[in-house]
């Protein structure tokens, strides 16, 4: 049989697994607000900075990374790539007037910033506070809060492409948000930058460059359409992938503290790195690779004279019969063509049986758990609440020891803080992937 090359690459081009592999990546860079505890020492040391202008810092960086309803309501509006290119330009140029504030490149003061300073110090602020606060704490701000749009740009596609499989995906996504402060931390390891600012250079230019070539591929492509029995061998390879990541950092991050390692090791490691980093994209290689041409058949979940039987009320109410498919979770276990027959002869008891009055379709008044809720439908639901003010009472003491910890490390005789802030990001990654896992597997156990 003669292999359609460019049917292949279309079916690579829109395949899910694709888009789920580079959210990965997305999310591998984007965990910026991480690397506070390697920047902050930076920041103070060249600034000039005690530690209540670090902990101000801190703040302006909470609230840039939890102020996340703009991205959100952009995705409703606009596709993806354009709230991604949003979170780049906000990245870009909130960290690279630091990095150049930083390293006294740009000494002057831009004219609308000497205006707000005036303003202030009529009203009683100090010069020198507004100078040293205000301007840095609006550019920790402005970059911290576009890991916001990555983090949505990348989750809010991935989340429609695998309805059925979202703990898993959102655990995975949020694990590589969490993993990249110590991704990050091995690629300026081996930049070897003489100057500690640097890595604010880094963090302003990294991040953008890998987004800006993954925006395209980052999108909803019916991934619901594109369920097949290999799922489950496909996440448990990206779960073996991820504790291979995880325990291969872990131990170059003890290489590197306890024994003296040359730059050409260094080199090598973090290429080993990259590499595991990029073998999920094996994934939808060997599914595009394997994938059959469908039967036409497949194409239509009712015979014709079935079909034709149909009145106009019964088909405008057809829009509950995806819900036989959506209960039963075996369903997807069957080919495609056993799928579709087992779907039409349900459909077609459904309405004999409407017709004859033995059951009357009801429209349901709003989405149901699992569906997706606009912002109004969800501020009605216990759900919403329960999970905000869990959220709120519980994530401020992870926030308090990451926007601290390179304080922490100082005053306790550690000059470098990198291996800290990288320890924390890998157990943060095994954490939120371990519990992507478990409430599915809970979930699926209990209903």
């Avoid at 009203?123 to 983090?151: Q, S």
């Avoid at 991704?183 to 003489?194: D, E, G, K, S």
């Avoid at 469908?294 to 106009?312: A, D, H, I, V």
Wanted: hydrophobic residues 50%; proline residues 5%; neutral net charge.
């Amino acid at each position: 049989m003669m292999v359609h090359v460019p049917d292949k690459i279309r079916a690579f081009w829109n395949s899910r697994w694709l888009v789920f592999v580079a959210s990965m990546w997305v999310q591998s860079c984007s965990g910026i607000g991480y690397l506070f505890g390697s920047i902050s020492p930076v920041i103070k040391s060249a600034m000039g900075y005690n530690q209540r202008h670090v902990a101000m810092l801190g703040v302006a960086k909470d609230l840039g990374d939890a102020i996340g309803f703009v991205p959100g309501i952009l995705c409703e509006i606009f596709p993806i790539w354009v709230v991604l290119c949003v979170g780049v330009v906000q990245n870009f140029v909130g960290y690279g007037v630091l990095w150049l504030t930083i390293s006294q490149i740009m000494p002057t003061l831009p004219l609308w910033v000497v205006d707000v300073v005036e303003g202030l110090a009529r009203v009683g602020v100090p010069r020198e506070i507004a100078v040293l606060d205000l301007i840095l704490c609006i550019l920790i701000f402005v970059g911290t809060n576009g890991e916001t749009y990555f983090n949505t740009g990348a989750l809010v596609p991935c989340v429609q492409n695998f309805p059925k499989s979202r703990g898993p995906v959102v655990g995975i996504l949020k694990g590589f948000a969490g993993l990249s402060g110590a991704i990050l931390t091995q690629v300026y390891t081996m930049i070897n930058a003489p100057s500690q600012a640097s890595l604010i250079f880094m963090v302003a230019v990294g991040p953008a460059m890998v987004i800006i070539a993954l925006m395209f591929i980052v999108r909803p492509v019916e991934g619901h359409r594109q369920v097949r029995p290999s799922d489950n061998s496909s996440f448990l390879f990206i779960y073996t992938v991820c504790l291979i990541l995880a325990a291969y950092l872990l131990g170059v991050l003890l290489l590197e503290d306890l024994v003296s390692v040359n730059q050409t090791l260094i080199t090598l490691l973090t290429v080993l790195l990259l590499i595991l980093i990029l073998l999920p994209i094996i994934i939808p290689v060997l599914l595009v690779l394997s994938e059959e041409p469908s039967s036409p058949t497949e194409e239509s979940l009712l015979p014709e004279p079935e079909k034709q039987g149909l009145g106009k009320s019964e088909m405008e109410r057809s829009f509950i019969l995806s819900e036989v498919e959506d209960e039963n979770s075996e369903v997807d276990l069957f080919s495609a063509l056993e799928r579709h027959k087992r779907i039409a002869h349900l459909q077609a008891k459904l309405f004999q049986a409407a017709a004859e009055g033995a059951v009357r379709v009801k429209r349901r008044k709003g989405p149901r758990r699992g569906e997706d809720f606009t912002l109004l439908q969800a501020l009605k639901k216990a759900d919403f609440w329960l999970i905000f003010f869990s959220l709120v009472l519980v994530s401020g003491s992870g926030l308090t020891v990451i926007d601290n910890l390179g304080q922490m490390c100082l005053s306790l005789g550690y000059s470098n803080t990198h291996i800290f802030v990288s320890m924390i990001s890998i157990w943060n990654f095994l954490g939120r992937v371990g519990g992507g896992y478990f409430s599915e597997l809970i979930i699926r156990c209990v209903v």
